[in-house]
């Protein structure tokens, strides 16, 4: 991830994607986007405003491992 461009001299916006099950609380999804926007300032000096998380819910009959939808997990 560039954040900072040296021959335009500007600073490019960090965008974390994250894909997870549906199933989370506002509140943890909340928390999430804070903590990675936390990280992702602190280790790559990028503001905070100019970090972007995007979160893709997949429903448990729509993501499989090993053969096995996460749904016909017991």
Not at 14 to 26: C, K, M, T
């Amino acid at each position: 991830m560039t954040l900072f461009n040296e021959k335009k001299g500007t600073r490019e916006m960090p965008i974390v994607n994250i894909d997870l099950i549906a199933g989370r609380s506002q509140d943890q999804l909340k928390a999430l986007v804070q903590d990675v926007t936390t990280a992702v300032t602190k280790n790559t000096g990028a503001p905070a405003e100019h970090v972007h998380v995007i979160l893709r819910e997949m429903q448990p009959n729509r993501y499989g491992v090993a053969g096995v939808l996460k749904s016909d997990e017991k």
